[in-house]
């Protein structure tokens, strides 16, 4: 995880020390003031120095005398998409994150990442891809690599470009390859944790194989998609329309070659000239409330068609997300041969 300590230092510190480890930081300039309990009582950057210095303030005086004590920051127990929104709207882009004890637990840096979501993530990274077969023979679906960088890596990149911070991977063919690439996380300032389906479980039941979310929200996907989802956005439709479940889609459009006849028992109401109808398809990506795990059968195959179908069986609120952007799954050999010639396109 981050090394938060780089960004404090405490109340005694001289400007002129204070300076020297401002300098040692490669891109930010905001350091963090702390007192002897390690709480934060204010922010210091370059600028308020060289105004402090300005105003005749001796480089031997302490950081307090040029800190602000009126800075922005982020309560970690209660993360506001709507608060995020607006700091990135006034161009503020280094927050820090304080506990309950205003001691720096993160800082959001809008510079590296979009978004801090209070979100745990679990990456279904168990298939064979046996239609992806020779390339899965001795590789994992989720380890091929497109534009030379393995398709997990950018679903693990972008969710942690959006604050999320604990992903499980569930894994099951070779997928102690899948441990030795990504270790812990550590190196990616994130939490990666695994669980291993002894049997396979489908999309959703190896949930119940995770022993703790730390969030009270869920998001869960396939490892082999392609795509740059604004994740911000799909969670804070979950929250805005109220919803225990939202499912990310892709538009399916059909085009009838003929003119339909719109009908009223056996009367003709209306006439469509070769209409095109729009569907939704299941993007394989879903945001929903930890509780809901409780309701999974344990130790049986449990897909997430069932857990949707669960849902609205138990009369709770299933919203769906059109995708925007890009996004491809890659489950036969063509569609990973397309990915490689998108790849070069996509903005993520």
């Known amino acids: 995880m981050k090394n938060l300590n780089k960004y404090l230092v405490h109340q005694s510190y001289s400007i002129h020390n204070t300076l020297q480890r401002i300098n040692d930081l490669p891109k930010e300039l905001t350091m963090f003031v702390i007192d002897n309990d390690k709480r934060v009582i204010g922010s210091v950057t370059d600028g308020d120095i060289r105004r402090g210095l300005i105003n005749n303030i001796k480089i031997e005086a302490t950081i307090v005398e040029v800190s602000n004590p009126d800075f922005y920051y982020l309560k970690a127990e209660d993360i506001q998409i709507s608060t995020i929104k607006n700091l990135r709207k006034k161009q503020i882009n280094f927050i820090p994150i304080l506990d309950k004890n205003h001691q720096l637990v993160d800082v959001l840096n809008f510079d590296v990442q979009h978004s801090k979501l209070p979100l745990d993530a679990v990456i279904m990274a168990g298939g064979k891809g046996s239609r992806l077969m020779p390339l899965t023979k001795d590789t994992p679906k989720p380890l091929l690599k497109i534009g030379g960088k393995p398709i997990i890596e950018y679903n693990i990149d972008r969710l942690s470009g959006f604050g999320v911070k604990n992903i499980t991977l569930s894994i099951r063919y070779l997928g102690q390859q899948l441990i030795d690439y990504f270790g812990d996380g550590s ?162």
């Open 187 to 348: 190196n990616r300032d994130i939490n990666i944790d695994y669980v291993t389906e002894d049997t396979p479980l489908g999309t959703a039941g190896a949930l119940t194989l995770v022993p703790e979310f730390k969030q009270e929200y869920i998001l869960m996907m396939n490892s082999d998609l392609l795509t740059n989802i604004d994740y911000e956005a799909m969670f804070e439709q979950l929250i805005n329309q109220n919803g225990d479940m939202i499912v990310a889609t892709t538009p399916y459009e059909v085009q009838i070659p003929y003119g339909v006849l719109e009908t009223d028992n056996k009367n003709v109401v209306a006439l469509k000239e070769k209409p095109t109808y729009t569907y939704y398809s299941n993007a394989g990506i879903y945001i929903f409330k930890s509780a809901l795990i409780n309701s999974i059968p344990k130790g049986q195959m449990f897909n997430a068609t069932d857990f949707m179908e669960m849902i609205i069986a138990q009369g709770k609120t299933l919203l769906h997300y059109p995708i925007v952007g890009y996004w491809l799954d890659i489950g036969k050999p063509n569609d990973f041969k397309k990915a490689n010639e998108d790849i070069t396109h996509i903005k993520f």
